[in-house]
C-alpha cells in the first residue's frame, strides 16, 4: 500500500489559532482502479471554510473534518499514473484532494484544465471555485446590472478582490470594498479598479460608506459579516440586494451586533440571499469561457499569496484567517 503526507487534525482549535492544531502524517494512498488516477499535487487551496469544518458538528452542504484524520480542499496537480483514458499520464487536472502530497483521483469528480486558457495557479483562482463564487453571487444571486452601485466586503482576498472586479468588468457604475490595511486598500484600487477602498481598521466605515454611495448601495456582497454587514445594511439602497457569501468575522470573537440591527432589511425592503456555489454548475462553461478572455485580454488581476510546502499549511491557513493574503491563499506542494 502507498502512502502520502497529509495534513491532519490533531484536535479541534480554537478562534483563529489553527496552526496549533494540525499536524503532518502519512494517510494510506489506494490502489489504481479503472477510472482512477494517480495526481502529484502541486498547489492547493487554502479556504475560510475550511476553519469552519474544523468544528465539531454536521454542516449542511459538506462534512467536517474528524479528529486525527486529513483534511481536503482544492488542489490542482499533474497525473503520474492513470487507470483513466480520460485522465492521461501529464495532464493537469484539478480535484477535490488537497492538503496532501499525492492523492488518487476519480475521473469522474476531476476536472481537465486547459492550461492554454489560464495558468495552472488560474484554475485555483479566477478560473475556479473562487472565481465561480464571485460570479454567481454577482449575477443569478444578485442579479446585477450594468449601471449599478456594489459594496464588497472582504475584498482584500481571494472571492472579494473577484467580485470587485468582476462587477467593474459587467458594467457596475461604482465598486467599493472594504479591506484591512493600507497595502490592500491601494492595490485594490491602483491594480484591481476599485473606485473605493475602505480601511475597516481605522475608517468610520459607515460614514465612509456613506460618502462613497450618496443614492445608498444597489448590491452588496458580504464575505464578512458582522458590524461591516450592519455598516453596509445601512446604507443600502431602498430595494437593494444582499448575496451573502460567507462570515469570516465569526471565527475568533464573540462580538457580535444585535439582531436588532436587522430591522434596516424592513425599513430599505431589502432582499438578502445566501448562497453555495454548487447550486449553479450549469453557469460553469459560460463563466470559464467569459473570465479566460478577461485574463487572455489583461482585463483581470489575479494574484496569489503563496507559503511553501505542506509543512506551512497550518501557517497558511492561519494567515488567512488573519488577513495576510492579498488575493488567493496557496501552498505550493511541488513544482
Known amino acids: 500500500m502507498k502512502q502520502t503526507t497529509a495534513v491532519l487534525l490533531a484536535r479541534r482549535p480554537q478562534g483563529t489559532k489553527v496552526a496549533e492544531a494540525l499536524s503532518l502524517g502519512p494517510i494510506d494512498l489506494p490502489e489504481l482502479t479503472p477510472g482512477t488516477a494517480l495526481v ?49 499520464v501529464g495532464a493537469t ?7 496532501r502530497e499525492y492523492a488518487v ?21 479566477a478560473m475556479g471555485q473562487t472565481g465561480f463564487t464571485a ?20 475584498a482584500g482576498g481571494a472571492v472579494g478582490s473577484m467580485a470587485g472586479q468582476f462587477a467593474r468588468l459587467l458594467g457596475a457604475s461604482t465598486v467599493v470594498g472594504s479591506a484591512g490595511g493600507a497595502e490592500k486598500c491601494a492595490w485594490l484600487k491602483d491594480e484591481c479598479g476599485f473606485d473605493e477602498v475602505i480601511d475597516y481598521r481605522t475608517a468610520d466605515v459607515r460614514a465612509a460608506l456613506g460618502a462613497a454611495f450618496p443614492e445608498g448601495i444597489d448590491l452588496f456582497f458580504d464575505n464578512v459579516g ?3 454587514m450592519v455598516h453596509g445594511l445601512h446604507n443600502m439602497r431602498i430595494h437593494g440586494r ?42 460553469r462553461p459560460e463563466f470559464e469561457e467569459r473570465v ?33 493574503n492579498l488575493g488567493k491563499a496557496l501552498i505550493r506542494l511541488s513544482d
Not at 68 to 75: H, I, K, T, V
Not at 247 to 261: H, I, M, R
Not at 292 to 317: C, H, K, M
Open 135 to 154: 460570479y454567481a453571487g454577482l449575477l443569478p444571486v444578485g442579479r446585477l446590472t450594468a449601471g449599478e452601485s456594489v459594496f464588497v466586503t472582504g
Open 242 to 283: 444582499i448575496s451573502m457569501c460567507g462570515a469570516v468575522s465569526n471565527f475568533g470573537t464573540t462580538d457580535q451586533p444585535s439582531l436588532a440591527e436587522l430591522i434596516e432589511t424592513v425599513l430599505r425592503r431589502v432582499t438578502i440571499q445566501g448562497f453555495i456555489v454548487r447550486d449553479f454548475e450549469e453557469l
Open 292 to 324: 479566460s478572455g478577461w485574463l487572455a485580454r489583461g482585463e483581470l488581476v489575479d494574484r496569489a499569496t503563496v507559503f511553501e510546502g505542506i509543512e506551512n499549511a497550518g501557517a497558511g491557513l492561519e494567515g488567512l484567517l488573519n488577513g495576510a
Open 93 to 99: 487536472v484539478r480535484h477535490r484532494l488537497g492538503w
Open 226 to 228: 458582522g458590524w461591516q
Open 105 to 125: 483521483v476519480d475521473d469522474r469528480t476531476a476536472t481537465l484544465c486547459d492550461l492554454a486558457k489560464a495558468p495552472a495557479v488560474s484554475w485555483l483562482s
Open 40 to 88: 502529484r499535487n502541486q498547489y492547493m487551496s487554502v479556504d475560510p471554510s475550511t476553519r469552519g469544518r474544523m468544528d465539531p458538528g454536521e454542516k449542511q452542504y459538506t462534512t467536517n473534518f474528524e479528529i486525527g484524520g486529513p483534511l481536503d480542499g482544492s488542489a490542482i496537480g499533474i497525473v503520474v499514473e492513470s487507470a483513466s483514458d480520460l485522465l492521461p
